[in-house]
């Protein structure tokens, strides 16, 4: 019976929308937040860590409160994930930036700016740019990520049998935008 309870109770937790943090840099219209993460139209960024409380689901969106305002997160390309699955991929209990406080600089700097640099790993790529679509990345342990800046400025990061950026595939103009040396 206590079995029973128990994972009624754990259920329940799940079923409950998350609170905590951005995992990432997240970019917003005001009101909207693509997992796309498109940095067009004049969107700010939200920076990683800024406190988020899921207050209800939509059709493919997280409804949120971000800093106390009210947005949703849409779930635009990664379709192949369930609200609740999508939501806690962008609100984490633990506050990244205690993490990230231990960082190399450059690092930090590279995260802050929402940029990759080379020797980055996963987590801080994801901390910098967000989730890759999973509708193009469905492995998220694979040489390659493909990101977006617009729906036409594509990029990849690529990383080395480590799991550490080795480099950016880009146009000349969109590496400028993404890329720290």
Known sequence: MLALIA?????????SPPEGHLCCNMRTDGSWIS???????????????????????????????VDGER???GNDYSRDLDNETFARRYIVAEDPRVKA??????????IGNARVTRGMD??????????????????LDAATWRFWLSSFDEFQVLFDD???????????TTRTRVWMD
């Open 7 to 15: 994972g009624t109770a754990a259920a329940a937790a799940r079923a």
């Open 162 to 172: 480590g799991g550490k950026v080795r480099d950016i595939v880009a146009g000349p």
């Open 35 to 65: 997992d796309g993460n498109y940095a067009e139209n004049g969107k700010r960024v939200i920076p990683y860590g800024t406190p988020v409380k899921a207050t209800g689901y939509g059709r493919y969106r997280v409804k949120v409160l």
């Open 122 to 139: 996963r987590e801080q790529v994801l901390m910098s740019l967000g989730y890759p679509m999973s509708s193009e990345n469905p492995d």
């Open 101 to 110: 406080a231990a960082w190399p600089q450059k690092i930090r700097e590279a």
């Open 71 to 73: 947005q949703a997160i």
